[in-house]
């Protein structure tokens, strides 16, 4: 098994969907654009948030377990994946790549 690599790539907001459909709340996203977090095999990184890990973690444990060419030819990296998280006032677009390092 291997670690993989997760890069917060970017960032949307959309303000009007916000204002139409959510309720107010104290504490959104704390991703930021060029975090970089390392998943120690399929395990979900210390500080990673809970909801975003849910999206993702199917796409880190094919990774891990030596998964490629995700979706025949998908992406250029056949050991990456560009995953969003499912919020969908805030969603956050991801960089899954494994490394070459193996998980502890």
Avoid at 40 to 55: I, M, V
Wanted: glycine share 6%; aromatic share 10%.
């Amino acid at each position: 098994m291997k670690k993989v690599r997760i890069t917060v790539m970017r960032r949307a907001c959309y303000t009007d969907l916000i204002e139409r459909y959510e309720n107010p709340i104290l504490h959104a996203c704390d991703m930021r654009e060029g975090q970089i977090f390392i998943a120690n095999g399929w395990k979900r990184p210390q500080d990673f948030c809970e909801s975003a890990w849910e999206s993702i973690s199917p796409f880190v444990m094919a990774l891990s377990h030596g998964g490629e060419d995700l979706y025949d030819g998908w992406m250029k990296n056949k050991r990456s994946a560009m995953i969003s998280c499912n919020d969908g006032f805030r969603p956050v677009s991801f960089l899954l790549e494994t490394l070459d390092a193996d998980a502890e």
